[in-house]
């Protein structure tokens, strides 16, 4: 017997999936987090933006439709990166009873599969929707215990972002579209973990083909203004 339309745009109750929405301000990576709304027994949690995918979407299509409901984001990067299945990463006390708030079988196994994006502060400003209680941007290096086993997801979404970093030019997509030497050299240092020497890194960068110097310096500044420079291609693999 065929599904019914009803059955058809109903959520599966084992397959989810889990947005890693990384922005950058010129100073710290930061990744979106939702405050999920307080169910009265237990003190809100931070979650990832995530929820399960309906029996008539792909999965691209689910993620997509996640950020938009509970974030208002569209139209971003987003690279599916990995699948997380342990069938315990529900068991939480804490997270089974949020659950029985929005879903009907709050102990189904759910296996989820994450996503990773890109996005420049200056142009997206996130807000609440659906059952997110408030959206904020939190530093990587400051990241509470989250709800799930969301941390973990956060954790392996930011060894993707380091691999694919460089060889790949994804870290323009968390630059403003016009930027400075500074602001690349900080953004290289936060994903890679590491100190950059200043003159090695600028003298590099001149034999780059991928940033075009523009006549133009900064605006608005406390400090001698620095010349800015943009992506040159907007390719990604």
């Known amino acids: 017997m065929a599904k019914s339309i009803t059955s058809l745009n109903a959520p599966n109750p084992n397959v989810s999936v889990d947005c890693v929405v990384f922005g950058f301000d010129n100073e710290k990576l930061k990744v979106l987090l939702i405050e999920q709304r307080n ?13 399960l995918v309906l029996e008539r979407e792909n999965l691209d299509e689910a993620a997509t439709r996640v950020l938009k409901q509970l974030t208002h984001l569209e139209g971003i990067y987003l690279k599916q990166f990995k699948t997380f299945g342990d069938p315990n990463r529900v068991n939480n006390v804490k997270d089974k009873e949020w659950l029985r708030t929005f879903r009907e079988d709050p102990a189904a196994r759910v296996i989820t599969v994450a996503y990773y994006s890109l996005v420049k502060l200056e142009d997206y ?12 941007w939190q530093p990587v290096d400051e990241i509470p215990a989250l709800a799930f086993d969301h941390n973990i997801i956060v954790n392996e979404a930011l060894k993707r972002l380091r691999e694919e970093f460089e060889f790949k030019n994804i870290g323009y997509e968390l630059l403003p579209k016009k930027f400075t030497l500074s602001m690349l050299q900080t953004l290289h240092e936060i994903v890679l973990g590491v100190k950059l020497d200043k003159r090695n890194f ?36």
């Open 39 to 51: 169910t009265g027994q237990f003190e809100a949690q931070l979650a990832l933006p995530g929820d």
């Open 125 to 136: 400003l996130p807000e609440a929707a659906s059952f997110a209680g408030k959206v904020i």
């Open 202 to 237: 600028r003298k590099k960068l001149k034999n780059s083909t991928t940033i075009i110097a523009l006549e133009e310096k900064q605006t608005g500044v406390d400090h001698k203004p620095a010349q800015l420079f943009v992506y040159q291609s907007k390719t990604l693999l």
